[in-house]
């Protein structure tokens, strides 16, 4: 006899989190543009706020729209559920501040996206959070940077720019060897390509202003619990395991086991920092998100024609792209991503700094900008942009040169990108 | 909070409220392979109106040292024990699933010390599946997943969650993955064998509230309506949108009954 089914991930992807509008019949969801809710009366007022009451009270702590992109993502990587927040960064933020005070420690891969480089390697720094940094292909580099206050290991699926692959198997391991949780930076890959909690992550988020979206309109983040990490076993987090006096003395894990996370995080994450997201926000993040599972495989087709493009073109030095058999990653890719490596890759191009630029200006469908993961085609020099702030030294262990050019891939007809390459790749060499 | 139930640590979760002897105490009682946290708002509102809660860990979940009880009738005795270890002379007692027959033969084994019990998504005969049965005496994924499909209504992986933000499946998946091999099988044998209804129902004596979800999949409501006619004093009320996860699944309509419940 066969067992009942889950519902599959378009599915998900379309419906999850939202029934039809109970007071209007709405098919799509309600963009709920308020800020607050009226109470029935006292006690329910009373009952809402000391959470003996499911619901809504204010919309920097919980918003119906934005409730249903958390469930639906939630329900897309196999979480308990998720927090959508007012940017990735802000997901990343939440994160840190719920697990750690000063004084604890991270170790992370060193090759991240340049804002997340900033926020752990400078910003956090100064409110007593230190970050060591390590190749994310070692898992072992990992385990001896581990302190008596470490309290997080973090890394990206794929790595920004190099597309390194996070061992997330051995990585969390070694975390969870030491009692700690292993957060991956889910972005590039999308619950499409991989599900980190499967392999053994315990928490991870998207900048859904990426590939969730998918249309460029809307900045946002979702952080998302697996609940599989056990805080009262660790011992490490009295954040979760010890009555907190901003909160009426609550034991978050004691309260509610598995949601212990995402509850502290939103009930003082959100409450004190107040990083949410906007309902309309939420709703233009699900608008993308309803399309995910038909998108992807057609941005993962693209890009690998793009990538066999350049890789046979002669004004290119190389391609990083794990799908290719000389990439360091690529058998741990095949296991990890086996639907694909995303559609954000980079390549160096002969002449370096130089021919970088006149490679970008004679782009014409390809737009020059500061971002990923849009239906469009995308083109950056990280270098002079999104990683302008690292040294060279810094730089070249996150595998970055001079005259690397990183590519979003979009939806637009294949060919027309290779011709408008070919064209820049021409102009580049002259 | 922790205490000592047969020299074995024992959990009870309290809303973070010392126990006050002259107000009334409920007891809530989880189901098959779960824990305390199921009643998280329900139990929390009682305990911050004038009640003492105890949402206990059984043996062997959550925070309980195990192993876990083999029989309805031996969670029963075990609850009695937890009470004598709290000194607690009377108590209320809200069950849900495998809890709700546990609450039964309480009220039927010590009809003194039981003041009132509300039954929620439950039937009588509790007979589980061979397939689900199997499964999970072979600590299989598949009962895990039998467990979390048919322990919510159909329409929960498509509807929205009355707590924002929060997945069920995911939760009560997280939940499975963290018990000790064995445990789920071993309750969900207590209830297909458990045969005492019928005697333990015409032993009964106290108020009884029965919460039955019209949508739920585990324990039809058919089977709880049933159940409800061997108690002739019961009052049933039906949640029209839930499935068997009544705390989850309508946690504002299942906290509503009982408060009226308990007020009456």
């Known amino acids: 006899m066969s067992g009942p089914k889950y519902p599959g991930f ?3 992807a379309l419906h999850a989190g939202q029934s039809p509008d109970p007071a209007t019949g709405s098919r799509a969801v309600p963009i709920y543009q308020t ?8 006690e329910h007022a009373a009952s809402l706020f000391n959470m003996e009451r499911a619901g809504h009270v204010y ?47 991270i170790v992370a891969s060193n090759s991240l996206y340049g804002g997340s480089h900033n926020l752990l390697g400078y910003t956090l720094r100064r409110f007593g959070i230190e970050t060591t940094f390590v190749a994310p292909g070692t898992p072992e580099k990992f385990a001896k940077a581990i302190r008596p206050n470490t309290r997080l290991l973090f890394g990206e699926t794929l790595g920004n720019p190099g597309l390194e692959v996070l061992d997330i198997p051995a990585v969390s391991r070694v975390a969870h060897e030491a009692g700690l949780p292993l957060l991956v930076d889910a972005t590039f890959t999308t619950p499409w390509l991989m599900q980190p909690f499967a392999h053994g992550a315990d928490l991870l988020y998207h900048s859904a202003t990426k590939f969730l979206g998918g249309h460029g309109v809307a900045i946002g983040g979702v952080l998302v619990d697996s609940g599989r990490f056990d805080w009262e ?5 009295l954040q979760l395991t010890a009555p907190y006096a901003g909160f009426h003395d609550m034991d978050f894990e004691e309260e509610s086991g598995t949601r212990a996370f995402l509850l502290r995080a939103r009930r003082e994450g959100l409450r004190d920092f107040g990083a949410c997201m906007a309902p309309m926000t939420a709703f233009q993040i699900l608008q993308g998100i309803e399309t995910l599972h038909l998108r992807m495989p057609r941005h993962v087709q693209s890009t690998r024609t793009v990538v066999q493009f350049l890789a046979s073109n002669p004004a290119v030095e190389k391609v990083v792209y794990p799908e290719l058999p000389g990439h360091p990653d690529h058998a741990l890719a095949q296991k990890l991503l086996p639907k694909g490596c995303g559609a954000v890759f980079s390549f160096e191009l002969k002449g370096g700094r130089e021919a970088g630029k006149r490679f970008i200006e004679a782009l014409r469908v390809f737009s020059h900008l500061a971002n990923v993961g849009d239906a469009k085609s995308l083109v950056i020099h990280p270098a002079s942009t999104t990683h302008y702030r690292m040294s060279d030294e810094d730089l070249k262990k996150a595998g970055i040169g001079a005259g690397t050019v990183r590519l979003s891939i ?15 790749l021409k102009a580049a060499q002259r | 909070m922790n205490f000592a139930v047969d020299g074995r640590q024992a959990f009870a979760y309290t809303a973070a409220q010392a126990h006050a002897p002259a107000k009334p105490t409920i007891v809530f009682v989880h189901g098959a392979g779960l824990d305390h946290s199921l009643w998280g708002l329900q139990s929390r509102y009682f305990g911050y109106h004038g009640c003492n809660v105890l949402a206990v860990d059984l043996p062997g979940h959550g925070r309980s040292e195990g192993p876990p009880l083999a029989s309805i009738g031996a969670m029963a005795d075990w609850i009695v024990r937890m009470l004598d270890a709290r000194t607690i002379r009377q108590a209320s007692i809200v069950g849900h699933s495998m809890g709700s027959l546990v609450a039964l033969e309480c009220a039927a084994r010590q009809p003194a010390r039981v003041e009132r019990i509300a039954l929620l998504g439950t039937g009588y005969p509790m007979k589980v599946s061979e397939a689900f049965l199997d499964a999970a005496k072979r600590n299989d994924q598949a009962a895990y997943d039998m467990e979390t499909i048919w322990g919510h209504a159909a329409q929960v992986p498509l509807g929205g969650n009355p707590n924002p933000g929060m997945w069920m499946y995911g939760d009560m998946l997280a939940r499975l993955a963290r018990l000790a ?7 969900l044998k207590a209830c297909d064998a458990y045969a005492g209804g019928a005697e333990a129902g015409a032993k009964v004596k106290c108020p009884v509230l029965f919460i039955l979800g019209r949508r739920d999949q585990m324990t039809p409501p058919k089977s ?19 499935g068997h ?20």
């Open chain 1, 410 to 424: 979009g939806l637009e007809d294949p060919e027309d990108l290779l011709q408008d390459l070919g064209r820049a």
């Open chain 1, 233 to 237: 076993k660790s011992g490490k987090f």
């Open chain 2, 224 to 242: 709880g309506l049933a159940f409800a006619q061997m108690l002739p004093q019961a009052r049933t009320v039906q949640l029209a949108s839930s």
């Open chain 1, 10 to 12: 378009d599915t998900l």
């Open chain 1, 35 to 42: 800020t607050s809710y009226v109470f029935r009366d006292s």
């Open chain 1, 59 to 105: 919309s920097r702590i919980s918003n119906p729209t934005v409730a249903v992109l958390e469930e639906r993502v939630a329900a897309l990587e196999g979480g308990v559920g998720a927090i959508a927040t007012a940017s990735g960064q802000a997901a990343l933020h939440l994160a840190v501040a719920t697990l750690m005070d000063a004084g604890s420690h």
């Open chain 2, 245 to 264: 996860a009544l705390m989850a699944e309508a946690p504002d309509a299942t906290l509503d009954a009982l408060i009226e419940f308990f007020r009456a």
């Open chain 2, 181 to 187: 091999p064995g445990v789920l099988y071993n309750d």
